[in-house]
């Protein structure tokens, strides 16, 4: 008889990376204060975090979480459905409705149940769900758990977004998920010509605006920065990017998130987010809305990085965000550029496939409003004698950034 397990013994990839001593998941961080980290002992500069605005660490949102722990404890005990709503949650709610321009928003417990709940909550038995093809993997998995048909067009082609849509029955429901910042290639999506293509087909628009709320358009994400706050139908945002917390939230008229809220099942049949990490997202908006020049220094900080790696000989892909991929290529060779930057003291992040296409894989790099200068200059040092030592850049552009 089959052995449902089988499928563990001939899993050796992970194991051999290992051996090789090149093996770069699940592997512990003992300190980190933001900017720089402390791995296996080195002392690192950290450009593998999503701590954009560097408010992890800020002591305002520390006081806060703990304000909170002293007040309410270290969790709620039961679902946002039943006993699991605190008023600042409530407050929460509305506060981010207001801050990304909608009639209403909803917290869950984090960004990858907020996809799930919402998705699988509004597309149905007949209708379809429309998604760009480097969507994140809680897109693609909310498009599995709802009873819909999940459709797919490549990477920002709108020529190819509007192909799949014409071809669908003009009196199903239609539903287009796409991410307003690329998480691997750190490109925004072209919201102007989504909208359109979708309301040409009667479609509704659902931004994952993840690693856009607190970075572009003034914090307030993606659809505030091209101006199409209302033409987009759903906003949805993460904690754990800017806000320096975990947990999520989708945000759109009163009516939808009221549907949501009461078919949302990774919502309602879950622990709600603890008051700690609730008050630690009220105090980074209120740091957000206070202090702009954040937002500023962020994107002075990624430009500064990205003309570097360019100046360097390094492929950046199509990056215009504070998400910069190094592509190198093959899986191995990634590797091996990521275990010898660690060595020079830079924290990066490999990424291969099937989270990228193949032969595609790359060193995903993000920067913070506090990278100061010299960390930025420590890590295009490390860059340039990596890319020497492993012949990734031509010779020529040695000592040129």
């Known amino acids: 008889m089959a052995d449902l397990f089988d499928k563990a013994d001939s899993f050796t990839r992970a194991k051999e990376?290992?051996?090789?001593?090149?093996?770069?998941?699940?592997?512990?961080l003992?300190?980190?204060?933001?900017?720089?980290?402390?791995?296996?002992?080195?002392?690192?500069?950290m450009l593998g975090s999503n701590n954009y605005l560097g408010l992890t660490?800020?002591?305002?949102?520390?006081?806060?979480?703990?304000e909170a722990i002293e007040r309410y404890g270290t969790s709620v005990?039961?679902?946002?459905?039943?006993?699991?709503?605190?008023?600042?949650?409530?407050?929460?709610?509305?506060?981010l409705a207001k801050f990304v321009g909608k009639q209403a928003a909803l917290v869950f417990s984090t960004g990858y149940?907020?996809?799930l709940g919402t998705i699988s909550a509004i597309v149905g038995k007949g209708d379809y769900v429309i998604i760009d093809k480097d969507a994140h993997a809680c897109v693609v998995d909310g498009c599995m758990l709802s009873r819909g048909e999940m459709k797919r067009f490549r990477h920002n082609d709108?020529?190819?977004?509007?192909?799949?849509?014409?071809?669908?029955?003009?009196?199903?429901?239609?539903?287009?998920?796409v991410d307003g910042v690329y998480s691997m290639g750190g490109d925004i999506a072209p919201l102007p010509e989504i909208v359109q293509i979708a309301k040409k087909h009667g479609a509704r628009v659902m931004l994952d605006d993840a690693h856009g709320i607190g970075v572009t358009g003034d914090a307030h994400g993606t659809a505030y920065h091209f101006g199409l706050t209302d033409e987009v139908d759903l906003i949805m945002g993460t904690f754990s990017k800017s806000f320096a917390s975990i947990g999520g939230f989708i945000?759109?008229?009163?009516?939808?998130?009221?549907?949501?809220q009461h078919h949302a099942r990774s919502?309602?049949?879950s622990a709600a987010l603890p008051a700690p990490n609730v008050m630690a997202v009220h105090r980074a908006l209120d740091i957000i809305e206070s202090e702009p020049e954040r937002v500023k220094k962020l994107w002075e900080n990624a430009d500064y990085m990205r003309e570097g790696l360019k100046a360097l000989g390094y492929n950046v892909g199509g990056s215009n965000t504070p998400i910069i991929p190094v592509i190198l290529g093959d899986d191995y060779r990634t590797l091996l550029a990521w275990h010898a930057l660690i060595n020079e003291g830079v924290y990066t992040n490999p990424v291969g496939s099937p989270a990228v296409p193949p032969n595609q894989s790359l060193l995903r790099t993000s920067y913070m409003a506090t990278h100061e200068r010299h960390h930025l200059d420590r890590a295009l040092k490390a860059f340039e004698v990596v890319g020497h030592n492993l012949d990734l850049i031509p010779e020529k552009n040695i000592h040129n950034a």
């Open 251 to 260: 945000a759109g008229d009163e009516k939808i998130i009221h549907y949501i």
């Open 113 to 115: 149940q907020t996809n």
């Open 77 to 95: 005990t039961g679902s946002r459905f039943l006993n699991g709503t605190l008023e600042i949650h409530l407050e929460l709610d509305r506060r």
């Open 57 to 66: 660490v800020d002591p305002r949102v520390r006081q806060a979480a703990m």
């Open 17 to 28: 990376a290992m051996e090789l001593g090149v093996y770069p998941f699940f592997r512990a």
């Open 158 to 177: 709108m020529d190819d977004l509007d192909r799949v849509l014409s071809k669908l029955p003009k009196d199903a429901g239609k539903l287009v998920v």
């Open 267 to 269: 919502l309602m049949f």
């Open 30 to 45: 003992s300190d980190s204060e933001g900017t720089t980290a402390t791995f296996e002992g080195h002392d690192v500069v």
